[in-house]
């Protein structure tokens, strides 16, 4: 499994490289997914590590990191979005471009089914029902994964409050404290609150402690209207939060 992994890797690697181009706009867009595809490789072994898993478990965690978002490189290349809307499901995507890779029939049966479910649904807006207890847990550790590193890259990018309110269905979700649909955003301030209530859909209180931590949340709500919805919404999250971390 050990070696499996390290085959895997340099395998992404050419297969990243392969998209390397002299278009500036894509060559940025290539690196950053690259750069987001390693950590969440990081980012997946240390939950699983934190979890108690074994170090095979470990190691198959890793691997749908490495993999989750292979569609990503060919769907900006060729679609110039990361927009699934527009363009296609990427995860879907990816699995359809590594279907016949060697490299994947070397995991036994089950290990390949939890891996091909966990990619299937780490942008789902919520798990498959279908899923069996080890593809849905396996599923949660790379959507946690992935969604502690999506804060990384997109806090630099948060735009700054500029006017526009919240359309209705986000007020109605971010005072009951729930994930918003992101179909229904229309404002820049929808934008920004559907990114801060991701934040009740992370599984595991180890991810919460560390997007606590990172502050991930105080950025985005500084930048939101300065309203009373704002304020009662950040108190419902707030309190949410300090539970999930302390593992609620
Ligand atoms: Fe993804």
């Known amino acids: 499994m050990k070696n499996l992994l390290v085959e895997m890797q340099q395998w992404v690697r050419q297969y990243i490289k392969s998209f390397y181009t002299d278009d500036a706009d894509i060559q940025e867009n290539i690196i950053r997914k690259e750069e987001h595809t390693d950590y969440v490789v990081k980012i997946s072994g240390e939950l699983a590590k934190y979890l108690n898993l074994n170090e095979h478990d470990i190691l198959l965690a890793k691997m749908i990191g490495l993999f989750h978002d292979i569609g990503r490189f060919h769907q900006y290349t060729v679609y110039r979005t990361f927009n699934d809307r527009i363009s296609v499901n990427h995860a879907l995507y990816g699995l359809s471009i590594i279907k016949d890779l060697p490299l994947l029939k070397r995991l036994d049966q089950e ?5 091909k479910f966990a990619i299937a649904n780490h942008n789902a807006i919520n798990i498959n029902e279908s899923g069996n207890e080890r593809e849905v847990f396996f599923a949660k550790i790379i959507r946690d994964a992935d969604k502690l590193d999506i804060y990384r890259v997109l806090e630099p990018l948060i735009m700054p409050d500029d006017g526009s309110e919240y359309s209705p269905i986000f007020v109605q979700g971010f005072l009951k404290g729930e994930q918003c649909d992101f179909a229904h955003m229309k404002t820049t301030a929808d934008r920004k609150l559907v990114r801060l209530l991701w934040m009740y859909n992370i599984n595991f209180s180890w991810t919460m402690q560390k997007l606590i931590e990172r502050k991930y949340a105080d950025e985005i709500i500084k930048k939101l209207p ?11 999250l707030r309190a949410y939060m300090t539970k999930k971390a302390k593992g609620f």
Not at 226 to 236: H, R
């Open 111 to 115: 290990d390949l089914q939890v891996f």
């Open 226 to 236: 300065n309203n009373e919805i704002t304020k009662k919404g950040e108190a419902v």
